[in-house]
């Protein structure tokens, strides 16, 4: 699992019917200082996050598992909001 | 398994179902010798690690998801034991 940053939300009428009535969002993942790392990516929601929001995310098969559907083309699939971290001084 | 270094507690309430019984903790990889490798991740914790500990993580689905009993948990990374001491051969 890796911390994004939701960066704001993809509509997209059609879809392949698996993902129908998933909402898909625009994050960028970051380190636990919030720094960037990569370039930012779309990504399945389950928690109905919102553009701001810290967020942590699965990818990779345990994405497609994450939605009602088991079988999707899902490769990032948001798992929770962030409400705080905390990191050692 | 690799060894691994807690860095912090990530606190979430609003999360996927079959996450809810598991805190969550950020873990930076680490070599036996407890030098920081590679980048961070978020693990699940069976084990009531806390930040400073070294534990032993698994950061594959199908033993992660065996460790918590259900065969289509959405989850990957799992800590699985908190490690006293590495003993080293000294040649």
Known sequence: MKLAKVLGNVVCTRKVSSIEGIKLLLIQPVDEN???IGDPIVACDTVQAGPGDIVFFEGGREAALGLDNWFNPSD??????VDSIQTEV | MILGKVVGNIVSTL???KYSDYKLLIIQPVGPDNKPKGKTF???DTVQAGPEDVVLVI???NSARLIVDDKMAPLRSISVGIVDEIIKDKR
């Open chain 1, 34 to 36: 919030l720094r960037n």
């Open chain 1, 76 to 81: 990032a699939t948001i798992m929770g909001i």
């Open chain 2, 15 to 17: 999360k996927h179902i």
């Open chain 2, 42 to 44: 978020i693990a699940v």
């Open chain 2, 59 to 61: 950061d594959e689905g």
